[in-house]
């Protein structure tokens, strides 16, 4: 058997029209062993390539036999809890790391990145927009935006309150996976598909986005855009934002080193390396006019910011008189507070 990339039980919510709306894996794997693949492709009716194989309760529960004869116990055991589900179930194997095709295959990649499997960029979402649907998520799941308002009135005629938290295509992550030793006090804010790095706290105002995140230890009062990766011991001060694949950086990836600051109402177009600082106020783009200053202040030379892109030890300021953008080397290292990031 041909090494898989990636395997998911699942079980999601449908349509009307049995078209799925979204997918919940409770452990996807990433590289699942030969003898697992062997277990599921003999069970159930798989052709080849990646597929997403929706099965009934009593499939589930042979293939819960098989996977626990094949040793994958944990998969096993979680076949058996599934088999028990009146809610529509999945089995989604993927050779390959080829474009989600599906619904359950998108959901899964997603999950691959919130349970930390797989780092932003690690794994391919092209046209991942054009596979999942708009969805209205609400206190009783998600529903069909043509089937919303029948559902609002069958709730009220029950003398209930259906809640519509948000109408995306995106469900927040924390309702699919909440990832250790991390504190998110407004969950809306974070996407399913965000790779959130332990140690990491993100505060009322930060956001991340799916295929964008922390890489570890890190403070997010800011902005995280879509493809936008930051680094070990870096703050995201409040209201920065950090310019993504999806809001105007084209194919540039930004990125945030290690130990660096963008301070508060700052923003990047750039890739930064470690130990940088932006002051705040500040906003980059690759095109911003840059003086660059000696470690004596004298201007060496006027460049665009995009000649910085990913160099570390850098400080980004405005000039109080002239207005001018300056960059000269930090002096100065950031260290988070410990104490504030032991999200244990």
Not at 220 to 231: D, K, M, N, P, Q
Not at 290 to 316: P, T
Request: proline letters at 3%; hydrophobic letters at 40%; glycine letters at 12%.
């Amino acid at each position: 058997m041909t090494n898989f990339y990636s395997f998911g039980l699942g079980v999601g919510s449908q349509n009307s029209q049995q078209q799925w709306l979204d997918v919940f894996y409770s452990a996807p794997l990433l590289s699942p062993s030969a003898e697992l693949i062997d277990a599921v492709t003999s069970t159930v009716n798989y052709s080849g390539g990646n597929a997403a194989i929706e099965v009934d309760s009593q499939t589930m529960s042979k293939l819960a036999d098989a996977l626990n004869s094949a040793g994958a116990t944990e998969q096993g055991q979680l076949a058996s809890t599934l088999s028990n589900s009146d809610q529509p179930l999945v089995i989604t194997l993927l050779a390959t790391d080829d474009a989600p095709s599906s619904v359950p295959e998108g959901y899964l990649k997603l999950h691959l990145l919130s349970h930390r499997l797989v780092q932003p960029h690690g794994t391919n979402l092209t046209g991942l927009f054009g596979v999942l649907p708009n969805v209205a998520w609400t206190n009783q799941g998600a529903i069909d935006l043509a089937e919303l308002p029948q559902r609002q009135l069958e709730a009220r005629l029950k003398g209930e309150l259906l809640t519509v938290d948000c109408v995306d295509k995106f469900p927040k992550m924390t309702n699919y996976v909440v990832p250790t030793g991390v504190r998110i006090a407004h969950t809306a804010r974070v996407r399913l598909g965000a790779h959130i790095g332990e140690g990491t706290t993100i505060m009322h105002e930060g956001f991340v986005n799916f295929n964008a995140g922390t890489l570890g230890t890190s403070m997010i009062e800011g902005r995280i855009s879509a493809g936008v990766v930051v680094g070990e011991g870096s703050d995201l001060g409040g209201g920065s934002s950090t310019m993504g694949t999806l809001s105007g950086g084209g194919n540039i990836v930004i990125s945030v080193g290690k130990e660096s600051l963008l301070g508060a109402n700052s923003g990047i177009g750039i890739p930064l390396g470690d130990r940088c600082i932006v002051e705040s106020g500040l906003y980059i783009t690759a095109g911003t006019k840059v003086n660059l200053l000696a470690d004596n202040g004298e201007l060496v030379e006027e460049i665009k910011a995009r000649d910085l892109a990913g160099q570390s030890d850098l400080l980004f300021r405005r000039n109080s008189l002239s207005g001018a953008v300056e960059c000269l080397s930090n002096k100065s290292a950031i260290v988070l507070n410990e104490e504030l990031h032991a999200n244990n």
